[in-house]
């Protein structure tokens, strides 16, 4: 690794902000994929995201975005929140310098503290070794973008 840059983390604010943000996404999670710009932000639970840029010198280096869900149980004292964390990018010139865990710490950090007792999200299978580094573990088979992209569902509790 190389040294740790000083890494800003906070919700994107500007225009300028928001624009980097989804170029990131975009970059790195759907052009590989020949897919349309926009298309990095066309989930359902794109609304009801919450969202994180990284930056180092004022400069946008990550992103990442999660959103809160609840399970429901027949007795409402068992309901229990989680979050499910989504779209983690980070800028290719920054990578291994310790900002994809800074982003992933600063997600379960927000969501512990919105009371969510567990993070879920399915993880691209050259990723699993990263998100075990933090903690996550395996727990099944997960979703296939785009008909190729394989991932693996993988979650780790927060109390
Ligand atoms: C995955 C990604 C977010 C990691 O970000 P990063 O800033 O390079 O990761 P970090 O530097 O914080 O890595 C933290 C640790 O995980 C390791 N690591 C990083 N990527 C890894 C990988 N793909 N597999 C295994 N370990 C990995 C690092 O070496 C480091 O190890 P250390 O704690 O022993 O020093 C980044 O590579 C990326 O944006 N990839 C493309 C988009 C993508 O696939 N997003 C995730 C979709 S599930």
């Known amino acids: 690794?190389?040294?740790a840059p000083s890494v800003e983390l906070a919700e994107p604010k500007s225009e300028q902000d928001w624009?980097?943000?989804?170029?990131?996404?975009?970059?790195?999670?759907?052009?590989?994929?020949?897919?349309?710009?926009?298309s990095e932000r066309d989930d359902p639970a794109e609304p009801s995201s919450l969202h994180v840029v990284a930056k180092v010198d004022g400069r946008v280096v990550g992103a990442g975005c999660w959103v809160l869900g609840?399970?429901?149980?027949?007795?409402?004292s068992a309901r229990r929140i989680f979050a499910r964390f989504r779209q983690m990018a980070v800028d290719p010139d920054?990578?291994?310098?310790?900002?994809?865990r800074a982003i992933t710490r600063h997600v379960e950090e927000r969501s512990r503290a919105l009371g969510a007792v567990e993070m879920v999200g399915n993880v691209r299978a050259e990723n699993v070794g990263f998100m075990r580094k933090q903690g996550w573990v395996e727990q099944g088979e997960g979703i296939t973008l785009f008909g190729t992209v394989e991932s693996i569902a993988m979650v780790k509790g927060l109390t």
Do not use: C, N, W
Request: charged share 30%.
């Open 94 to 100: 920054f990578e291994r310098r310790g900002i994809g």
């Open 70 to 76: 609840v399970r429901s149980a027949s007795d409402p």
């Open 1 to 3: 690794m190389s040294t």
């Open 19 to 38: 624009a980097d943000y989804y170029r990131l996404r975009y970059e790195r999670l759907r052009k590989p994929h020949g897919q349309p710009p926009g």
